[in-house]
């Protein structure tokens, strides 16, 4: 059986702001970071600001932020 090389997180938040786990910066390859967001509710035209360390910012075009995020990140070869 073949073991993921992968991460994910998931959630739903109102926060303009979502924190990674401290234990991915040892874990993940956060250059490989990946981030799928689903609003909820009216057209909020939201996407991610920055990512800036563990830290992921969102922006909305005024609205609060409702969404569903799943962010996804490669797990570092330890072995090499």
């Known amino acids: 059986m073949i073991e993921p090389n992968f991460e994910f997180l998931h959630g739903r938040t109102t926060k303009k702001e979502i924190i ?13 970071i990946t981030i799928h967001l689903t609003q909820v509710g009216a057209n909020q035209d939201l996407r991610v600001k920055r990512r800036q360390g ?11 932020v409702d969404c569903y995020y799943m962010i996804i990140g490669e797990l570092l070869d330890k072995d090499a």
């Open 20 to 32: 990674i786990p401290e234990s991915w910066e040892e874990d993940i390859d956060m250059d490989s």
């Open 54 to 64: 563990r830290e992921i910012t969102l922006d909305t075009n005024g609205l609060p």
